[in-house]
């Protein structure tokens, strides 16, 4: 049978999942070729800091909202960062007709 738990979540909960899905957003972006899937393993590890921000904010400094502000301030680097990456794929699409990392090659010589 399965217990109810009404008690708070322990912080070791929190970093364990910020760990996680921290681990998996680098794993996609070593793994992956597609530029798509690269963006989104950046926005799923800075949305794993927003959870350490607010698990912290929350244990740490319960009255205060530091990590919250701290967390708006990545969320608002993060919606930056996607608009200005999904600009250069666009213009990248546009020339190379793929979103294949391996392909773009437009530094070399």
Partial sequence: MLESFSGPVPLQ???????????IGVW???????????????ELMLNAVNINLM???????????????????VITVAAAEAAVGLAI???????RVTVDMERFNLLKW
């Fill in 13 to 23: 909960a929190y970093l364990l999942l910020g760990a996680s899905l921290f681990c």
């Fill in 55 to 73: 698990a912290f904010s929350s244990f740490l400094d319960g009255d205060l909202i530091r990590g919250q502000i701290f967390a708006v301030f």
């Fill in 89 to 95: 794929l666009l213009s990248l699409y546009r020339n």
């Fill in 28 to 42: 996609g972006l070593i793994n992956s070729r597609n530029a798509v899937r690269v963006l989104m393993s950046i």
